[in-house]
């Protein structure tokens, strides 16, 4: 006797997930922003964005954006998959100006170069051998990097290695996120997706007392 099964859409699958987190973390829907996250995510339309939502927070006296969604990152190569990318956001208008940095694992020095050229940056090197062994981070300029002292990088080692997940962090005005890469069939956990939730969170908090404290350039411990 043959059975026939019915094949399991990783969309719905997605969708039920989505609902779930939403309903845990008091999250709303949030299609309405899909054109604000395209352009902060440099995408070429909002339509790759699949599913996003949002909720208002109030911290350090101050009114805070989270976004959680997933957008689909088409392959260049014909016979390669799409990839679906889990991004977790942080962002607040006009109190979030501290650099605009993108974070990764290290990378071979040949794509650290090529990513360099790509966004008109550098790579920027601590006086800290253990971050800048396993971690490649670039800046417009090396200025902006400042805003990193041994605390944060502290934070940003731990993201980037302990949570299950090889994701890239990046700060820009008004926003930070982390985004990580997975496939249709197998997207990231929100339950990841929620911990880099909370490092941007622990992040937030540290710049904004820096901020209010002295000038990135004045920081201690920041040798760059």
Not at 51 to 79: A, G, H, M, N, W
Not at 101 to 112: D, G, N, V
Request: hydrophobic residues 35%.
């Amino acid at each position: 006797m043959f059975r026939l099964f019915k094949k399991t859409n990783p969309e719905k699958i997605r969708k039920a997930q989505y609902g779930s987190f939403s309903n845990l973390h008091d999250l709303a829907e949030a299609s309405g922003y899909k054109e604000k996250i395209q352009e902060i995510l440099n995408l070429e339309n909002s339509e790759l964005i699949s599913f996003i939502y949002t909720k208002r927070i109030k911290l350090e006296e101050t009114e805070l954006e989270v976004f959680f969604l997933d957008y689909r990152r088409p392959s260049r190569q014909k016979l390669v998959d799409d990839k679906m990318a889990s991004v977790c956001l942080l962002s607040s208008w006009g109190n979030m100006d501290y650099a605009s940095l993108k974070i990764s694992r290290k990378l071979p020095r040949i794509l650290e170069s090529l990513g360099a050229s790509a966004i008109g940056g550098e790579v920027i090197k601590f006086d800290d051998d253990e971050f800048d062994n396993k971690v490649t981070v670039y800046a417009r300029n090396a200025n902006e990097a400042k805003a990193l002292n041994k605390e944060t990088r502290e934070l940003i080692l731990k993201s980037l290695y302990d949570r299950n997940l090889s994701p890239e962090l990046r700060i820009g005005t008004n926003f930070m996120l982390f985004e990580a890469e997975g496939s249709k069939d197998s997207p990231t956990e929100l339950v990841e997706l929620e911990k880099l939730m909370a490092d941007l969170l622990s992040l937030y908090v540290y710049f904004a007392n820096s901020n209010d404290n002295t000038s990135l350039g004045d920081m201690d411990d920041q040798s760059v």
